[in-house]
């Protein structure tokens, strides 16, 4: 019996995933969305352009009110206003949002960058391939890991 169309279906009746995308390339943005659209499960992604941003969507601050927890964040370290590695901090030192896996997805392949974003408690690392085809299948194997693989908190 082949089992990928139960899958198929189980996965596409679950509830959409929300995450939280912190970037201020727009070009990688739009990347990212299309990665996730080409994916098996539904997902639902919030972006944030800037440290601060990020931070208030956590906190639920201002506008962000009424805005639905994410089950992931993916995080840029080289973003305006605060910094990655600054958001990071805060979120892992929040007894309530440490729970919420942290990858940081940059173009920084920095050593310094690496060792500080896994003593912050980063989840997992991951330097942005250029090429696009790349790109999206990086996207790709996230979801697969994370989203099918992996028990996320609730």
Do not use: C
Not at 100 to 115: A, E, M, R
Not at 137 to 149: G, S
């Amino acid at each position: 019996m082949d089992i990928e169309p139960l899958k198929t279906i189980i996965i596409m009746n679950l509830k959409p995933v929300h995450i939280l995308l912190v970037e201020d390339n727009e070009g990688d943005i739009v990347l990212t969305k299309d990665a996730f659209e080409e994916s098996k499960i539904q997902t639902k992604i919030s972006v944030s352009k800037n440290g601060r941003d990020a931070l208030d969507f956590l906190f639920k601050r201002g506008v962000f009110a009424a805005v639905e927890r994410p089950d992931l964040i993916l995080l840029d370290i080289n973003i305006p206003v605060f910094s990655g590695h600054e958001v990071l901090k805060v979120i892992k030192e929040d007894p309530d949002l440490r729970r919420i896996p942290v990858i940081i997805l940059t173009t920084s392949s920095n050593t310094k960058d690496i060792n500080l974003a896994y003593e912050n408690h980063s989840n997992s690392y991951i330097t942005k391939p250029i090429d696009m085809d790349e790109f999206i299948k990086a996207m790709l194997k996230i979801e697969e890991f994370w989203f099918q693989l992996v028990k996320l908190p609730v």
